[in-house]
């Protein structure tokens, strides 16, 4: 059984249905452009799927939200592992429930090719608190790297990433540029201060070629996460003297210091930390702010 067009026409929900519903056995192939991904059907069922370096069911909800691009069924091919158990409806249900989510966000996030950067919100005075995925994304944020890239590297689906981006998008803490824009941003940046305005570098690569306007709103967000990290670390919220070091460390910011404050705040931490839950408590805080030091 040959079968093959194109996804304009028949999105990937319709054309493994088609195929399944017959009990066949073999691999859907499919491009868009430079991208390749597959589908594998055995005796109707979806076992296995995969797109780029993603596999299993988020190949799936992936390969799902490909609205172009080509598709080719090829009969009697099987996988070597079996990723997905899933039965096809819960699994076509659920990419279907995410490909409408996904019209939502492409109001703010085009494609996950996008590049992600920090910026600054006006007027902003208080300080920000993240959620553990928010602070796993923006320590992912450089300024160069897509929004894949940045799921790739955190071992999450592009999806769960560019939904995290969109709340902070809305909240004025992130922008979307596509990655052309971004290379040309870097390649300016690398003319020199004069022309591109001073550039923001760290040795983590954390907040590199963040312009001078989002250093301090960046030092503002890791001195909280930090401060957070800290109490969670010490299973002490709210606690005076960690509490202490954490304004004493906006202050510095607002004076118009660097990454360095974050890096002394991690330290009295550290010893804070250690005093009140002991040596061992303060070393997994330690190995948890090790990115930033």
């Known amino acids: 059984m040959s079968f093959q067009g194109s996804l304009k026409e028949l999105p990937l929900a319709d054309i493994v249905q088609l195929v399944a519903v017959s009990g066949k056995t073999g691999m859907f192939s499919l491009t868009r452009g430079a991208e390749q991904g597959a589908v594998y059907i055995q005796n109707g069922q979806i076992t296995h799927a ?22 080719q069924f090829s009969a009697g091919i099987e ?26 966000l492409s109001k703010k996030i085009s494609t996950t090719d996008a590049v992600p950067r920090l910026i600054c919100r006006e007027g902003l005075s208080e300080p920000v608190t993240l959620t ?7 320590t992912g944020i450089d300024g160069g790297k897509s929004i894949e890239e940045i799921a790739r590297a955190a071992h999450l689906s592009a999806f769960d990433v ?9 909240a004025d803490l992130v922008a979307i540029r596509t990655k052309v824009d971004a290379r040309e941003a870097v390649a300016t940046a690398a003319v020199g201060p004069a022309a591109a305005g001073p550039v923001v570098t760290t040795h983590s690569g954390v907040f590199n070629a963040v312009t001078r306007g989002d250093e301090r709103r960046s030092l503002q967000i890791l001195c909280t996460k930090v401060k957070q ?21 906006l202050g510095e910011v607002d004076k118009g210091r660097g990454l360095d404050v974050v890096r002394e ?19 997994a805080f330690r190995e948890k702010m090790a990115p930033l030091l």
């Open 79 to 104: 996988p070597d592992v079996r990723t997905i158990t899933r039965s096809n409806t819960n699994l076509l249900m659920e990419a279907a429930r995410r490909s409408d989510e996904w019209k939502i």
């Open 229 to 249: 990290e800290a109490e969670s670390a010490a299973l002490a919220p709210g606690d005076p003297a960690i509490d202490r070091l954490y304004r004493a460390a």
């Open 265 to 283: 705040l991690i330290r009295s931490l550290e010893q804070t930390v250690a005093a009140l839950r002991g040596r061992e408590a303060s070393l």
């Open 132 to 138: 553990p995925m928010e602070w796993l994304i923006v």
């Open 162 to 170: 560019a939904k995290t981006l969109y709340g902070l998008i809305t």
């Open 50 to 71: 995969k797109v780029n370096e993603t596999g299993g069911e988020d190949a799936i909800y992936a390969l799902a939200l490909w609205n172009e691009g080509q598709f």
